[in-house]
């Protein structure tokens, strides 16, 4: 019997990046842009705020980029703050190269396994869907899913009762199956 997991988001997450007056290290994204066009060109930056003082940092969106360029769409939704938008470019990962900051996922999401009417079985085949990329270590997600500890979930791997074509060890934030045998 196969069984949809799925990863979900519950809020944004965290930005990890320096605040330039209070040294703290999170910041939290305000869903606000800045858009400042210059004759052709145009520069738009996210705006997140220290959790700690306050203070507003810009990320960058667009940089000395043509008008024409952009879509008319995508400009529409920076001028009216599109919430859906300030999501979308926290995860694009050009965006968070060019601003130099990571995500932290701590409570910022939640496994939806669909009931636990699967975990009486004997055999257990499972798909885990990401709704975003969400790093997460699959064995905290397996313990979660199935009620277990995660040594119980390292102790199943080790002894070939957990397999997945995926690694197990480390973080994921792809999908992935995997079968559990009791």
């Not at 965006?95 to 130099?100: E, G, Y």
């Not at 701590?106 to 669909?114: S, V």
């Not at 009620?147 to 199943?156: H, I, N, P, T």
Request: charged share 30%; proline share 4%; hydrophobic share 40%.
């Amino acid at each position: 019997m196969l069984k949809n997991w799925v990863v979900m988001p519950t809020c944004l997450p965290l930005v990890l990046r320096r605040c330039h007056a209070c040294a703290s290290e999170r910041f939290r994204a305000s869903g606000k842009f800045r858009v400042n066009a210059n004759h052709k060109v145009i520069d738009a930056w996210l705006l997140v705020l220290c959790t700690a003082c306050g203070d507003t940092a810009k990320l960058t969106v667009l940089e000395r980029v043509n008008v024409r360029s952009v879509r008319p769409e995508l400009l529409e939704r920076l001028h009216d703050n599109d919430p859906g938008l300030t999501a979308e470019l926290l995860q694009d990962p050009l965006v968070q190269r060019r601003s130099r900051i990571a995500l932290d996922w701590d409570d910022a999401w939640r496994l939806d396994t669909g009931g636990s009417d699967h975990l009486d079985r004997e055999v257990i085949d499972i798909s885990v869907r990401f709704a975003a990329r969400i790093p997460v270590r699959p064995v905290r997600l397996i313990a979660e899913g199935c009620g277990l500890s995660r040594a119980e979930v390292e102790r199943l791997i080790t002894e070939g009762k957990l397999v997945s074509a995926v690694r197990l060890g480390g973080k994921l934030s792809g999908d992935f199956t995997f079968t559990l045998k009791r």
